[in-house]
């Protein structure tokens, strides 16, 4: 299964919250006019195709967690580590430095992107959270009072603003803008300092 996690509105209101297929098998049960569907992840709209019976929907959702314990593709690299093989493009001084490296390019490659993230992961993980909550609350709740200034404040890290900004929005609204935003307030190293 993966761990994706959606929530879907009907105008205002939260009608369904979890899994793919979770989502997709409440919405099919309650009517699909007029529902969005959101990735908590991103705060990006999900894109579903509900046509037909609720097993046509399911199949359609992405292979990962359409129907458990079915079989990944397979695909090249080690799988049992979680290796995944992809193009990089280097210039050559790149590509000579990565090849002096112990290991070789590739555990150099991974080395590099272990210690950015590390030194990155908290700004990382505010900066998704302001974009995920600012992609949601501009799709939902766009014309709310205060929307501006509560994306203002968003941005600017300033939890109690936020709070008191989106406290007169639609309850269903509200509590899910600050659900994918309090990361976004999260204490720690600010901006690699």
């Given at each position: 299964m993966?761990?994706?996690?959606?929530?879907?509105f009907r105008g205002e209101n939260r009608i369904a919250g979890g899994?793919?297929?979770?989502?997709?098998t409440a919405i099919r049960a309650g009517?699909?006019?007029g529902v969005l569907v959101f990735d908590d992840a991103t705060g990006k709209p999900v894109d579903l195709d509900l046509r037909g019976t609720l097993e046509d929907c399911?199949?359609?959702l992405p292979k990962d967690d359409a129907k458990p314990g079915e079989q990944p593709e397979r695909r090249p690299g080690r799988p049992k580590l979680g290796v995944v093989p992809r193009e990089v493009t280097l210039l050559p001084r790149h590509w000579e430095w990565l090849g002096q490296q112990p290991g070789g390019a590739s555990v150099a490659l991974r080395k590099l992107v272990d210690a950015a993230r590390a030194a990155t992961g908290a700004q990382d993980g505010r900066r998704r959270a302001q974009e995920a909550a600012d992609r949601f609350m501009r799709a939902v709740g766009g014309d709310q009072p205060g929307y501006e200034d509560a994306a203002r404040a968003l941005y600017a890290g300033q939890a109690e603003p936020f709070k008191m900004l989106t406290e007169s929005w639609p309850k269903d609204v509200r509590d899910h803008a600050r659900y994918l935003a309090k990361d976004a307030f999260a204490t720690g190293p600010a901006d690699g300092k």
């Open positions: 993966s761990d994706l996690h959606w929530t879907a899994s793919p297929v979770e989502v997709v009517g699909h006019d399911l199949g359609r």
